[in-house]
């Protein structure tokens, strides 16, 4: 049925989502260039109608850790669904959910103790606060400035950009940010100690930002001297991404909340977790009448659970924790002589194989710069984004409105050929990207489109 149906309506792939989806999404990818109709997909690579091969360094924003369409993970699929296991009861268990959990327990500190099935991201960090209110009795939830945690109401509450929070307020009331990285406002935040959680990304993945030397030992420090749940939301840096299977032990933390999802899934079926300690879990799941207090429909089912699994074991033989640190040190050292090369690069970093490059003004001044970000902030990095893609065959994204800056999240099945390819590419785009005719252009075909709105 669905090879016909793909065979039978094939080529409609961006009139029907702009007919029946959204129609805006699709201006987007065609006017920067996107709008390729894609046959397949196979590790690290995707593959066009004809037949041409593109670097995917965006990776289903982190889904595909153990790279698209991964056959192993593609087999337990198949043989969980003709095992036709009795997934899903509602009053009562299947055995994949445990397995599941066992293995995700197996791999964290054993301050983690119970696990919560979730079916995205933002579902688990949803959970979070749900829970760690419950569990403290207090109402508050703090988060930092810039962070991104979902775009769900609760998560949106939690953001710390006005980007994607401006036009859906009012929020929720009870969720204040403070800065990433300044332990003293963090600490006048929870002396009151009317705070259930303080939420955190390692590494906020919305610009690629590492924390300070020492800021989130320190953090959890402060949140257990004061009472507050210290909640780590790893659903872009877990499994892998950042050279260890989750970002929080490159500090040696021990969380009470974790969020996981994307790449847990394997990029076949959402799946998504909560991990949390036994505290959390006894002061929710407190009774008979209260085990029931949070779940979801779809959340723990079978094939789900299989995915987990599968993924798990496909990241431990494949040997991809370490390939991600390895190639995410390879990837830096090859990024960093730009920064020498070209003035607009004002900075490389990154942790594993979640890596950026932010570009800046130069430092001589250009009045078509300054014209262009006026405009829109970030555009610059466009500059770069899109002849990756068009001319270099790579696919990337633009990450952090407030400045321009170049996101690399790819499979950690990358290869090491791979990256030196994207390193080539990114020299000659950056070189002619630099030139004073291309920035003068976009800054007057963007200051056109900002007329014409």
């Not at 029946?20 to 699709?26: L, R, S, V």
């Not at 991809?320 to 090859?334: I, K, P, Q, T």
């Not at 262009?372 to 068009?390: I, N, S």
């Not at 590419?425 to 014409?452: C, F, Q, Y």
């Given at each position: 049925m669905i090879r016909e149906l793909l065979e039978s309506r094939a080529g409609e792939d961006y009139e029907l989502y702009a007919r029946?989806?959204?129609?805006?999404?699709?201006r987007v990818l065609r006017t920067i260039g996107f709008d390729r109709v894609w046959a397949r997909a196979e590790g690290q690579y995707l593959y066009d109608g004809d037949g041409t091969r593109y670097l995917d360094l965006l990776g289903g924003f982190g889904m595909f850790n153990a790279g698209r369409n991964n056959p192993r993970i593609r087999a337990a699929l198949v043989e969980a669904l003709e095992l036709e296991t009795p997934g899903s009861v509602a009053l009562g268990v299947s055995l994949l959910p445990g397995l599941l959990a066992e293995e995700l327990l197996r791999?964290?500190?054993?301050?983690?103790?119970?696990?919560?099935?979730?079916?995205?991201?933002?579902?688990?960090?949803?959970?979070?606060?749900?829970?760690?209110?419950?569990?403290?009795?207090?109402?508050?939830?703090?988060?930092?400035?810039?962070?991104?945690?979902?775009?769900?109401?609760?998560?949106?509450s939690a953001a710390g950009d006005r980007h994607f929070t401006e036009r859906f307020g009012p929020l929720l009331p009870g969720f204040d940010q403070v800065s990433f990285g300044d332990l003293d406002a963090l600490e006048a935040a929870l002396r009151r100690e009317d705070v259930a959680l303080f939420i955190v990304e390692p590494v906020q993945g919305h610009g690629v930002y590492l924390p300070p030397s020492g800021y989130l030992t320190q953090a959890q420090e402060i949140c257990r001297r004061y009472g507050t749940l210290f909640a780590v939301d790893e659903v872009q840096t877990g499994f892998g991404r950042t050279g260890k299977m989750f970002a929080f032990e490159h500090w040696g933390l021990e969380p009470d909340l974790?969020?996981?999802?994307?790449?847990?899934?394997?990029?076949?079926?959402?799946?998504?977790?909560l991990l949390m300690s036994?505290?959390?879990?006894?002061?929710?799941?407190?009774?008979?009448?209260?085990?029931?207090?949070?779940?979801?429909?779809?959340?723990?089912?079978?094939?789900?659970?299989?995915?987990?699994?599968?993924?798990?074991?496909?990241?431990?033989?494949?040997?991809?924790?370490?390939?991600?640190?390895?190639?995410?040190?390879?990837?830096?050292?090859?990024?960093?002589?730009?920064?020498?090369r070209f003035e607009v690069v004002r900075d490389v970093r990154g942790l594993g194989l979640l890596w950026a490059m932010q570009f800046a003004e130069p430092e001589h001044g250009s009045l078509a710069?300054?014209?262009?970000?006026?405009?829109?902030?970030?555009?610059?990095?466009?500059?770069?984004?899109?002849?990756?893609?068009?001319k270099h065959r790579i696919l990337t994204q633009v990450a952090g409105y407030d400045l321009p800056v170049l996101k690399a999240i790819p499979p950690l099945v990358l290869t090491e050929e791979d990256v030196d390819d994207f390193v080539t590419?990114?020299?000659?785009?950056?070189?002619?990207?630099?030139?004073?005719?291309?920035?003068?252009?976009?800054?007057?075909?963007?200051?056109?489109?900002?007329?014409?709105?």
């Open positions: 029946t989806i959204n129609p805006q999404f699709m791999r964290t500190p054993p301050r983690l103790a119970r696990v919560l099935f979730t079916s995205s991201g933002t579902e688990a960090n949803e959970a979070a606060f749900k829970l760690g209110r419950a569990a403290t009795g207090r109402s508050r939830v703090l988060s930092t400035e810039h962070a991104f945690h979902g775009l769900t109401l609760g998560s949106l974790v969020a996981v999802a994307k790449s847990l899934s394997g990029g076949y079926v959402p799946v998504g977790a036994q505290r959390v879990y006894d002061g929710v799941f407190d009774s008979l009448e209260h085990s029931v207090s949070h779940g979801s429909t779809f959340a723990p089912n079978d094939l789900a659970m299989a995915a987990g699994l599968a993924t798990l074991r496909e990241i431990d033989d494949a040997q991809l924790v370490e390939r991600a640190a390895r190639l995410g040190d390879h990837l830096l050292e090859r990024t960093r002589p730009l920064l020498d710069w300054r014209v262009m970000e006026r405009v829109q902030t970030g555009l610059f990095a466009q500059l770069v984004v899109v002849p990756l893609f068009t590419a990114l020299d000659d785009v950056i070189k002619k990207a630099t030139r004073p005719t291309r920035v003068a252009g976009m800054a007057l075909r963007a200051a056109r489109g900002s007329t014409a709105r």
